[in-house]
């Protein structure tokens, strides 16, 4: 249940935001609730690059991409035979 508090909040942001239609207010939320994931997914993906990686194409689990770099450091070496 949201406090009268929150709820006299939400009515100015939507004013002056012009949010008149409940699809304008999802829109805005979901915003809020997603962007910060995507930043997240990003930053992650971004350490994979040190390994030479795509964490969401060579595998999505962490055991999967252990197992990569895995494989990485045991050819490490091997290339002048």
Do not use: T
């Not at 929150?6 to 949010?19: A, G, Q, R």
């Not at 999802?26 to 795509?54: G, H, S, T």
Request: proline residues 2%; positive net charge; charged residues 25%.
């Amino acid at each position: 249940m949201i406090s009268q508090v929150d709820f006299n909040k939400l009515m100015k942001h939507c004013k002056k935001n012009n949010i008149v239609l409940i699809r304008n207010l999802l829109a805005w939320y979901n915003n809020l609730d997603v962007r910060p994931m995507l930043e997240v997914c990003f930053k992650q993906k971004e350490f994979y690059y040190e390994f030479k990686i795509d964490m969401y194409k060579d595998g999505f689990s962490l055991p999967s991409l252990a197992e990569v770099i895995l494989y990485q450091f045991s050819i490490r070496g091997f290339d002048k035979y």
